[in-house]
């Protein structure tokens, strides 16, 4: 299974870590607005989540890259090899997110549509923005710590509740990985995390998100919504997709 595969692989995940990049005009306009119209087109369902603002229209991942087949090939050139199965969202959200890491959910690897994870290990996430605001920005800040294992939310202090959430909110933090070094980051700053939520991470790199760039980052890799500390903009609305890609265990 997958939770026994993270276990049993965790020094091949190591392996495969490197610091996060951004990739700029990695879309055109054109690709970009094809994905985001397929947010809407290959939608099964919406789900919102009041507590975050969050809209989410519900895919298939799979199914985008077979009505988007550039997406393989430019994903392939940047990525390498990886799975033919991927999981993801498309999200819609006013706010910023906390301190998480975007994994396979434990009730997700239970499923039996989902039988195909006892055969991978996690690889590699991307965050592609569709689209912000007018005279908008928004940041997110990649963290040297990486968790192996089930997708979880860092929340010490108890401002989430787990009745609102499928990812597994974490009181007490478990054993992290962490790689290469940190960077001053004094221009940004999280409003919207209390500082022990932060305790012990260290941040590797900080990104702008803008469409048509990518965020190609390590799938167990920590990362948070922050703004800039001179002109911090809370208000905007973006959208964006976030795609894990995996690696078949031999």
Same mark, same amino acid.
């Given at each position: 299974?997958?939770?026994?595969?993270?276990?049993?692989?965790?020094?091949?995940?190591?392996?495969?870590?490197?610091?996060?990049?951004?990739?700029?005009?990695?879309?055109?306009?054109?690709?970009?607005?094809?994905?985001?119209?397929?947010?809407?087109?290959?939608?099964?369902?919406?789900?919102?989540?009041?507590?975050?603002?969050?809209?989410?229209?519900?895919?298939?991942?799979?199914? %985008?890259? #077979?009505?988007?087949?550039?997406?393989?090939?430019?994903? #392939?050139?940047?990525?390498?090899?990886?799975?033919?199965?991927? !999981?993801?969202?498309?999200?819609?959200?006013?706010?910023?997110?906390?301190?998480?890491?975007?994994?396979? !959910?434990?009730?997700?690897?239970?499923?039996?549509?989902?039988?195909?994870?006892?055969?991978?290990?996690?690889?590699?996430?991307?965050?592609?923005?569709?689209?912000?605001?007018?005279?908008?920005?928004?940041?997110?800040? @990649?963290?040297?710590?990486?968790?192996?294992?089930?997708?979880?939310?860092?929340?010490?202090?108890?401002?989430?509740?787990?009745?609102?959430?499928?990812?597994?909110?974490?009181?007490?933090?478990?054993?992290? @990985?962490?790689? $290469?070094?940190?960077?001053?980051?004094?221009?940004?700053?999280?409003?919207?995390?209390?500082?022990?939520?932060?305790?012990?991470?260290?941040?590797?790199?900080?990104?702008?998100? !803008?469409? $048509?760039?990518?965020?190609?980052?390590?799938?167990?890799?920590?990362?948070?919504?922050?703004?800039?500390?001179?002109?911090?903009?809370?208000?905007? %609305?973006?959208?964006?997709?976030?795609?894990?890609?995996?690696?078949?265990?031999?």
């Amino acid at each position: 299974m997958y939770k026994e595969n993270c276990s049993n692989h965790r020094q091949d995940i190591i392996d495969n870590f490197k610091p996060a990049e951004l990739i700029n005009n990695f879309f055109s306009q054109e690709e970009v607005e094809q994905i985001l119209l397929l947010q809407f087109q290959s939608a099964h369902r919406i789900k919102w989540t009041d507590t975050s603002n969050n809209i989410q229209a519900v895919c298939d991942i799979d199914t %985008l890259f #077979k009505k988007m087949p550039v997406l393989d090939e430019k994903f #392939k050139e940047v990525i390498g090899d990886y799975e033919d199965t991927h !999981t993801g969202n498309y999200y819609i959200t006013t706010k910023l997110h906390d301190a998480h890491v975007d994994l396979m !959910t434990e009730d997700e690897t239970e499923r039996p549509e989902f039988h195909w994870a006892k055969n991978v290990i996690p690889y590699k996430s991307v965050v592609i923005p569709l689209l912000i605001s007018s005279e908008a920005d928004a940041w997110t800040a @990649y963290f040297r710590q990486r968790h192996i294992g089930n997708s979880i939310t860092l929340d010490r202090v108890g401002i989430s509740s787990q009745l609102n959430s499928d990812y597994r909110i974490a009181r007490q933090y478990p054993e992290f @990985y962490t790689l $290469g070094e940190s960077i001053n980051a004094d221009d940004y700053i999280f409003p919207h995390i209390p500082k022990e939520n932060l305790e012990g991470l260290e941040i590797e790199s900080v990104f702008e998100f !803008t469409p $048509g760039s990518i965020m190609l980052f390590d799938s167990c890799q920590i990362h948070a919504s922050c703004v800039t500390r001179k002109s911090p903009n809370y208000k905007w %609305l973006k959208s964006g997709i976030n795609i894990q890609f995996y690696r078949r265990i031999n």
